[in-house]
């Protein structure tokens, strides 16, 4: 599972346009032109629509679900170049969907993201691990049939050597002189 640089969420003021609400982890910086860049592409048009939505920018991969006319927010999650936001678009309207319901308590979320980053990371950890050692067992099994190769490589030889041997012999005198 890829593991996401950060997530924000804007809020739309009809007075000051957008504002980043809250964002993790605190350090992570995009700057208010970027984020604008992104909220006015992603809701041109018919606003009254929830969209998902997926740019690229600076190394970035940015997976971004707007709430439409009614809630005007959006959560923005920023992912590392390699990885492909299609794969949190569920997760994402769900979360935002939750926040949008109170379902989240905004004072606790920056402690439950916190958790969630370090989960995700103890499981990309625990995968690469896995994967280490799937990897060992490929190449042992793989040493076993390069032996197993050699072998009936050399089996094969003598097999032909022995053919060979028969019919350039002389059967009547055991000779392979004629």
Request: proline share 3%; charged share 25%; hydrophobic share 40%.
């Amino acid at each position: 599972m890829p593991i996401p640089k950060g997530i924000i969420w804007l809020k739309w003021d009809d007075t000051m346009g957008i504002l980043v609400d809250w964002q993790y982890p605190q350090i992570f910086n995009m700057s208010i032109n970027e984020l604008l860049a992104i909220y006015t592409s992603q809701t041109m048009g018919n606003t009254a629509i929830p969209r998902f939505a997926i740019y690229a920018t600076d190394g970035l991969q940015i997976a971004s679900y707007f709430g439409g006319e009614i809630h005007k927010d959006m959560a923005i999650l920023i992912l590392n170049e390699d990885e492909d936001p299609k794969l949190f678009k569920d997760k994402l309207i769900q979360f935002y969907h939750l926040v949008i319901n109170g379902q989240v308590n905004k004072n606790s979320l920056e402690s439950r993201i916190q958790d969630l980053f370090n989960i995700v990371e103890e499981h990309h950890q625990e995968n690469q691990a896995r994967l280490s050692s799937i990897e060992k067992r490929f190449d042992t099994y793989l040493e076993i049939f390069k032996d197993f190769i050699e072998i009936l490589d050399k089996r094969m030889k003598k097999l032909e050597n022995h053919i060979l041997e028969l019919t350039t012999t002389c059967h009547k005198c055991d000779r392979n002189d004629h």
